[in-house]
């Protein structure tokens, strides 16, 4: 099947100019990805490429990958639907993680829950929640003069775990969109 690269990003704690900061010391950082409609994609595909691991057992990284609602009231709510494996300080580098977020899913598969989303529980390290994706978000109400109305509908969390604040972290974290094919 076809696919697409639809998102690219270099992170790190000590970061080069148009990368993404991902701070020393306990701390959570969130990349707004372009507003995309993936709504017609069949599935995410999302590598994460770590190159620097941070320096003791106590420092963790953990990368998410979320997608947008909105509520009832207009308010834009994030959903987790990938988390990738919880990566500590110890382990070896460089290492390559890999999720596969799929929209179109056999509700019959054992291992396969629904989960609503209103679920306030985060998912566990290294699953991800397969099923519809959303269209482009919009906001609604008080929008300004020369503002978009629309916001994006999916980002990326890193969440740094490190209680004395000596961890570096770098690597790239890529998202592919896969399309069906028109054969």
Not at 143 to 158: K, P
């Amino acid at each position: 099947m076809p696919s697409r690269r639809i998102h690219k990003e270099i992170f790190a704690t000590t970061p080069a100019t148009g990368s993404t900061t991902v701070p020393a010391g306990s701390a959570t950082t969130t990349t707004n990805l372009n507003p995309i409609d993936l709504s017609h994609s069949q599935g995410l595909l999302c590598e994460l490429h770590v190159t620097t691991i941070g320096t003791d057992a106590i420092d963790k990284l953990d990368v998410k990958i979320q997608d947008a609602s909105i509520d009832a009231l207009g308010a834009q709510v994030w959903n987790t639907r990938g988390r990738f494996a919880l990566i500590s300080g110890t382990d070896s580098a460089p290492q390559t993680y890999r999720l596969n977020i799929q929209q179109a899913i056999n509700i019959a598969q054992s291992e396969q829950a629904y989960r609503d989303t209103s679920e306030t529980t985060e998912i566990a390290s290294g699953t991800v929640v397969n099923g519809p994706f959303p269209g482009k978000a919009r906001l609604y109400g008080n929008i300004r003069a020369g503002q978009s109305a629309q916001t994006a509908s999916w980002r990326a969390q890193y969440v740094v775990t490190d209680a004395n604040a000596n961890s570096t972290w770098a690597g790239t974290l890529t998202l592919w969109a896969v399309d069906s094919s028109f054969d």
